[in-house]
């Protein structure tokens, strides 16, 4: 079956531009995860849905990151007027439920210039 | 507040040697560990948790709370063997991964 996927697998924004990261979680999952993995470190976690609802955003960088699942399925990790910083690996991740394996994409490379 | 170290940044051994990957953590709470690998060009995927006392691909990783510590080993490398591997522990009533920065693990013929 078809694992997590995720889209752009690269993107690259001028600074100011704002960008959309989708995830699409494996079917069932009922749980969805998106890490921000900058250069050199690790996936640090950003924000945690149990179906539609978010449960935990306390990760978020800053109120210019926003992320949204509204139909309990596909994710979306939306950045507004993206700074340099912002430059990173986006991971996102899926499980059955809590405690349950997490499963990850391959990640969204976002360069700003 | 919760903390997952991991020392080496690189560890290079030659094929049949031993390894051991050091994960060293802190956490008020009841700790959950894990180690995940990422191959080269592949995602990031779980090896092995605390809790399920399992060998995968010949490694284990035994949680010392005296020593706050969740090593992996593995008692002679393969080639295969090399790859990034992190070492994360659950918080937030389960919800949280937080991960080590990674070790970079080379095999050499």
């Known amino acids: 079956g078809a694992g997590v996927s995720q889209s752009p697998r690269y993107k690259v924004a001028k600074r100011g531009q704002d960008v959309a990261l989708r995830c699409d979680p494996i079917?069932?999952?009922?749980?969805l995860f998106w890490y921000q993995q900058a250069l050199g470190q690790g996936p640090e976690f950003l924000t945690y849905?149990?179906?539609?609802?978010?449960?935990?955003k306390s990760g978020l960088p800053s109120d210019r990151f926003f992320a949204e699942r509204p139909e309990g399925s596909v994710s979306t990790l939306k950045i507004q007027r993206t700074q340099q910083e912002d430059s990173a690996v986006y991971l996102c991740a899926s499980s059955v439920f809590l405690y349950n394996e997490q499963f990850f994409g391959p990640g969204t490379r976002l360069t700003v210039l | 507040a919760q903390r997952v170290t991991q020392p080496e940044k690189l560890l290079s051994v030659f094929k049949g040697a031993p390894v051991e990957l050091k994960c060293n953590y802190s956490?008020?709470?009841?700790?959950?560990l894990f180690w995940y690998v990422q191959y080269s060009r592949q995602r990031l995927q779980l090896l092995l948790r605390?809790?399920s006392r399992e060998s995968i691909k010949g490694f284990t990783a035994d949680l010392n709370k005296g020593e706050t510590s969740f090593h992996l080993k593995k008692p002679f490398a393969q080639e295969e063997d090399s790859a990034m591997y992190y070492c994360a522990l659950l918080y937030g009533g389960g919800n949280k991964l937080t991960f080590g920065t990674g070790t970079q693990l080379k095999v050499e013929l």
């Open positions: 079917s069932g999952h009922v749980s």
């Open positions: 605390h809790i």
């Open positions: 849905f149990q179906n539609e609802a978010q449960l935990d």
């Open positions: 956490y008020s709470g009841s700790p959950e």
